[in-house]
């Protein structure tokens, strides 16, 4: 969200799995499907744009496109999603994709690739995690569908792994300094 406020645009984040808004949920009677019917949207401010809370919002909402239209980019914060990614009909969209190194996450990581591909309306998708799962998905990828569609890719690398080994170290060697202090 950074990024794209720093583009000048104005964003919208949509918690589709309220795993993000939860404690802040702006306190009303209506959820998400009766701020749509009743055309106000209850958004939060944030530091790079709007939130809203809409845990099991559906791509195919009444009201859902008119409403994004004042936005400039709108992400939506599906979570660990299975089969049922959805994008929305005739609008370009970029995919972010967490891959574990688990068989598992990679099988669905490349079964929504291969369902991006077959819609053909991804303008890119990335690739978010541990660089030897992200290259697998990718290599999949590469070997299974049209290399047109991978120069879409980008990857992401996490680098939790590479702090926290930093971290530790100067844990390390900070203790190592104290005793010799003392």
């Not at 209850?42 to 809203?52: F, S």
């Not at 967490?98 to 099988?107: I, K, L, Y």
């Not at 079964?111 to 992200?134: P, R, Y």
């Amino acid at each position: 969200m950074s990024a794209l406020h720093q583009l000048g645009q104005v964003s919208l984040l949509v918690d589709m799995r309220g795993r993000l808004f939860t404690d802040s949920s702006p306190r009303s009677l209506f959820d998400w499907n009766q701020q749509l019917e009743r055309n106000h949207l209850n958004t939060l401010p944030q530091a790079y744009g709007d939130g809203w809370y809409a845990p099991g919002l559906t791509m195919d909402a009444p009201n859902l496109p008119r409403f994004l239209q004042g936005y400039d980019s709108v992400v939506f914060d599906a979570g660990p999603v299975a089969n049922e990614l959805a994008l929305l009909p005739g609008m370009p969209s970029h995919v972010i994709i967490e891959v574990h190194p688990t068989g598992d996450s990679m099988q669905r990581a490349y079964s929504m690739l291969k369902t991006l591909f077959q819609a053909g309306n991804a303008l890119s998708v990335g690739l978010l995690g541990e660089a030897s799962a992200c290259n697998h998905v990718q290599a999949a990828c590469c070997h299974f569908l049209e290399q047109s569609f991978t120069r879409i890719f980008y990857s992401v690398v996490n680098e939790d792994g590479a702090f926290a080994a930093l971290a530790v170290r100067m844990a390390d060697e900070e203790t190592h300094r104290m005793s010799r202090c003392i």
